[in-house]
């Protein structure tokens, strides 16, 4: 298939203008991922070639990166959320497992949550990395507000920004605004309290995360009536997206528990 016909078969998958990846004609699972902040869909795609045959990747892209730059990015979780249910809601005739990390976590919930109040089926596992629970308010200092030069600072000592965009101002510049509501809407993120999910959730937390204590991630375990899991993972804030076998292998081990 040529590129051309690629895109086109994404844009005419299951919510495909809010979600892009190599559809599958008839999947027995979709796995939904949704990208950290200022990330795009690109970075996570590769998870597909980790995937086994019937379940089908598919990444949020979201308006302001990419194929979407020129569209304004979202400031509010739950805006965002409530915009990204309907395509959800175009896969739900097959079980639906939900990955975010960082700022991805807290969407994925969110989503969750909305599903939830629309009376959609609940999404069968969501698994969250990088991110402290809801309820738990975050650590440090707030970067979305920062000037150029220190939150490129604060970026280079996270670690997970390629080099050759923290030391070009005039590429940063270009992706800092889609950056900057991606960092304010995890930030200024307020969880309101509300039932435990159904859904099971997996938790990865980071030994050496500085934004992400590991009892902050375990503490995903108040929001779930269902199975819950923690696991750690040995390095800083994007050690999971590092080794993303480890998100596999647990994948696969969960896999029997939705079809």
Known sequence: ????????????????????????????????????????????????????????????????????????????????????????????????????????????????REMRRLGLSPPAHLYVSGRQAPHVAMRGRATWNLSDDALVAALRELGGTPETVLCDPELFALLAPALRADLEMNERYEYTPAESLPTAITSFGATDDPRAAPGEVAAWADHTAGRFAFVPVDGGHFALLDRPRLLMDRVLTDDKDWT
Do not use: N
Not at 23 to 40: I, K, Q
Not at 65 to 87: C, I, K
């Open 1 to 112: 298939m040529t590129a051309a016909g690629r895109a086109q078969a994404t844009r005419d998958a299951p919510g495909g203008r809010w979600f892009t990846g190599e559809p599958e004609r008839s999947p027995r699972c979709w796995f939904l991922c949704f990208p950290h902040a200022g990330a795009g869909a690109a970075g996570y795609l590769r998870l597909a070639k980790l995937l086994p045959p019937g379940i089908a990747l598919r990444v949020a892209q979201l308006p302001g990166r990419e194929g979407r730059f020129r569209e304004p990015p979202y400031r509010d979780v739950r805006t965002l959320a409530r915009v990204l249910v309907p395509a959800v809601e175009a896969m739900t005739d097959r079980p639906v497992v939900l990955f975010g990390h960082s700022l991805g976590a807290i969407a994925a919930f969110e989503v969750a």
